[in-house]
Every structure is written in C-alpha cells, then in structure tokens.
T-cell receptor, first 114, second 116 residues
Framework: AQKITQTQPGMFVQEKEAVTLDCTYDTSDPSYGLFWYKQPSSGEMIFLIYQGSYDQQNATEGRYSLNFQKARKSANLVISASQLGDSAMYFCAMRVKGNNRLAFGKGNQVVVIP | GAVVSQHPSRVICKSGTSVKIECRSLDFQATTMFWYRQFPKQSLMLMATSNEGSKATYEQGVEKDKFLINHASLTLSTLTVTSAHPEDSSFYIC????????????FGPGTRLTVL
C-alpha cells in the first residue's frame, strides 16, 4: 500500500523567504507520480507541481520546485520568495501507475507573515 | 485549462433529506472523477471513483446506498447524500483526472454540507 508522510508542525514564514515542506513516501511500485496541492482557507485544492518517478530532473513550476530524492523516497516542496497568498495547507500526494487512487499526506500548514 | 466546478458551494439541510452535489469538468472530458470527504484540519479521504457509463467503485467503509454516485456524461458526476444526518456534515470535494498526460487530478472548489 502507498503511504505519504508529512510530519512538520505548522510553519511561520517571513514574506520573501523560501520555505521547504517535507514529504516522504513509501511504495514498492517502481512507477509512480508525486503531486503537491495547495489548499487555502477557501477549501479548493490547487494543483502545484508533479514529479514522475522516472523523471531525471527535479520538477519546477514558477516559484515551486520539487526536491526529488528517489533513494531516500522524499519529495520536498520548495516555495521561493514566499508571498502572503501562499498561506495555506499544503498536501503531498502519490499515485501509483495502474491505480486510480491518489494517496494524500496529512498536510503542512504554512502561514506567511509580513 | 483543466477547470472543475462544483455546485452548490454550501448547503444546509434538515436531517432526513437528500442532497445532490454536482461536479463538472468545464474544459475537458473526464472519464474518471473522484469524490473525497474532508473533515476539519484533516486530509482528504477518497470515498469513491466514478467512471463514466459504469458503476462507481466505493472505498471500504463507504456506504454505496447512502452516497449515490452517477457519472452520466464525460463532464458531469453527481454525488447524492441520501437521508442525510448530522454526522454527514463535512466538506465534499470532487476531482477529475486529465487522462493521457501525467494523470493529474484537478479539484473542484468543494461543497460544505451542514445537516441540522
């Protein structure tokens, strides 16, 4: 079974600074995809970034980058130059190929302070 | 692109009534949609996978007769909470999978259900 672990407590980040959100995963399947979603207080889940298990390079999407360390089974999200609008819950998720299910971690709460 | 809408965004109903929630993919066709439930300060819990033209696949512990799912077209799935009770109060969120790419799931804005 897939398992996603996010254990960091809530984080306060100074505006314009970078923040790293930890995510580790566990699967025996060699083919999988890793996702990060943002959930602001309004509730919508916003897709941020995707990393495939066979991707050679770390994924980047604007201010978001994914530090993918396959051997350590970690897929940390880095948000550069934090903005007040980045305050939200951030969820790491994994989908194993051939399986419909998207397994979510428990989420990281981020509060950006001016 | 990849916009998913959900209606209604909020609903308050009396115990014993049924509530229908719609999930639409606005700019793409989704053969598969997913329904999740989220309790306050918790992660998303997959309830069921909805496949166009066939029966939904429910997760263990989810009552299929209580949470009726219909995926009548490639852009619409509905979740009906039948005979709702206060314990059904929750945030329900759907997603649609954009196939043949990274299989990313795009989520709707969610529906907050309160059963009195």
């Amino acid at each position: 079974a897939q398992k996603i672990t996010q254990t960091q407590p809530g984080m306060f980040v100074q505006e314009k600074e970078a923040v790293t959100l930890d995510c580790t995963y566990d699967t025996s399947d060699p083919s999988y995809g890793l996702f990060w979603y943002k959930q602001p207080s309004s509730g919508e889940m916003i897709f941020l970034i995707y990393q495939g298990s066979y991707d050679q390079q770390n994924a980047t999407e604007g201010r978001y980058s994914l530090n993918f360390q396959k051997a350590r089974k970690s897929a940390n999200l880095v948000i550069s130059a934090s903005q007040l609008g980045d305050s939200a819950m951030y969820f790491c998720a994994m989908r194993v190929k051939g399986n419909n299910r998207l397994a979510f971690g428990k989420g990281n709460q981020v509060v950006v302070i001016p | 692109g990849a916009v998913v809408s959900q209606h209604p965004s909020r609903v308050i109903c009396k115990s014993g009534t049924s509530v229908k929630i719609e999930c639409r993919s606005l700019d793409f066709q989704a053969t598969t949609m997913f329904w999740y439930r989220q309790f306050p300060k918790q992660s998303l819990m997959l309830m069921a996978t909805s496949n166009e033209g066939s029966k939904a696949t429910y997760e263990q512990g989810v009552e299929k007769d209580k949470f009726l799912i219909n995926h009548a077209s490639l852009t619409l799935s509905t979740l009906t909470v039948t005979s709702a009770h206060p314990e059904d109060s929750s945030f329900y969120i759907c997603s649609a999978r954009l196939a043949y790419s990274t299989d990313t799931q795009y989520f709707g804005p969610g529906t907050r259900l309160t059963v009195l």
